[in-house]
């Protein structure tokens, strides 16, 4: 085979062997462009075997973003249909859930490199769900097409503390700007003092001063019996209070701080296996205490918030739903993360409310020092006290 028929099997240009003149690879083609001579068969057989052959150029960056694709639907589907079940699923309900668009991001890129920008569509379609569902990306339409909810509003915080030090004037700022009513606290909620002044000052506050209400307490109810042992395991802490209106309505507030299972989740990273399962099932343990506790009001309404230490999309979480509503999730737009507060990647902290409740914003607060983000919502409560329609997500 001559060097020009040769060329002509690989490359988009042949050279013809008498001028050297580079030609294009078309079966159209009887001439030389330079010379005028003819084209030798050979030529024209290379070029019309090599446009009749399909390209097999990037066929396996469309089958990897098959696979992959498939991957993140088994992820979504253990999160959702397992959860802390099994502990391989709680590890991955901790893990900064946007790693997983890196690989997207790499084929995305192969596409491009191999000008396959077909592959796009799939890969496109792979990334809304890792940015969607599987990071927890929430849009409630509630505030653009629902009717406005006739009723008593009221805003509400919760924000666990943390061991570090806390800027009091910066989390006051934040109280009074977005017109806070109801606070609910977790860990270290005396160690400040100028907060502490401030929460002295005008508000309504309970015996554990976890609890703060601009609204008069009526009546003090029990908290959780503490099941806490001397080996590290912590129990879950429930607060409740009885709160009454000017209008006369009255509905129960409660904050909650539930075990964390972050020693079991180093154990892991130590090769440690046997921990994070039982962590796990003591405070599966403490959750249906905590539930069972703030079921006991009866048709009263009740408003939640807390530190739950496991994010909303869990599975056990997903049963609390079933009994009351979440904030961010009925109300919130974005991520709503609150934990680690430099660069949070995942939402522990939760406002739950039940039935007879509309939450209509949930929001996240201002960084004031803790290793948690505070997270706000807006909540209505109807004057008949009934339990309201649900809000579209």
């Known amino acids: 085979m001559t060097e020009s028929s040769r060329s002509a099997t690989s490359d988009p240009f042949w050279r013809c062997a008498m001028c050297g003149t580079p030609n294009p690879s078309r079966t159209y083609l009887t001439q030389c462009l330079g010379c005028g001579g003819p084209v030798s068969a050979a030529i024209v057989t290379a070029v019309a075997d090599r446009e009749a052959t399909p390209p097999r150029r990037g066929r396996w960056i469309a089958l990897a973003t098959a696979v992959y694709a498939v991957f993140i639907l088994v992820i979504l589907a253990l999160i959702a249909w397992v959860g802390e079940d099994w502990w391989g699923v709680t590890v991955l309900l901790f893990v900064p859930r946007w ?89 270290n909620v005396e160690v400040n003092l100028a907060f502490k002044a401030y929460l002295d000052r005008g508000w309504h506050r309970d015996r554990s001063k976890r609890l703060a209400s601009r609204y008069p307490i009526v009546a003090h109810l029990d908290s959780l019996e503490d099941q806490s042992t001397n080996d590290g395991w912590y129990s879950a802490q429930l607060d409740r209070v009885r709160i009454r209106t000017p209008q006369g309505l009255e509905f129960v507030i409660a904050t909650a701080h539930l075990p964390t299972i972050r020693p079991g989740l180093n154990g892991v990273l130590n090769g440690d296996l046997t921990r994070l399962p039982l962590q796990i099932q003591w405070w599966r343990t403490q959750l249906g205490r905590v539930v ?102």
């Not at 191999?114 to 969607?132: F, Y």
């Not at 509003?153 to 989390?171: E, K």
């Not at 737009?333 to 934990?339: C, V």
Request: aromatic share 10%; hydrophobic share 40%; charged share 15%.
């Open 99 to 187: 790693l997983y668009l890196a690989p997207v991001a790499v084929l995305a890129l192969a596409s491009g490199l191999r000008r396959k920008p077909s592959h796009w569509i799939m890969q496109g379609t792979v990334g809304l769900i890792v940015a969607g569902p599987l990071m927890g990306f929430s849009f409630s339409t509630a505030q653009f097409w629902s009717p406005r909810v006739e009723g008593t509003s009221f805003r509400i915080l919760t924000y666990n503390l943390g061991p570090g030090p806390i800027d009091s004037h910066r989390l006051i700022q934040m109280i009074e700007r977005e017109r806070i009513d109801l606070i609910c606290l977790q860990e």
């Open 292 to 393: 069972s506790r703030m079921s006991e009001t009866g048709n009263v309404p009740i408003l939640i918030g807390g530190d739950f230490n496991m994010p909303s999309d869990d599975s056990s979480m997903a049963t609390v739903r079933s009994v009351f509503r979440f904030a961010f999730e009925d109300a919130g737009r974005g991520y709503g993360y609150t934990r680690p507060s430099r660069f949070p990647w995942f939402r522990i902290d939760h406002l739950l409310a039940s039935p007879h409740w509309t939450f209509t914003r949930c929001w996240v607060g201002n960084d004031c020092g803790s290793d948690h983000l505070p997270l706000i919502a807006e909540v209505v409560l109807p004057p008949t006290g009934q339990p309201a329609v649900p809000s579209p997500r």
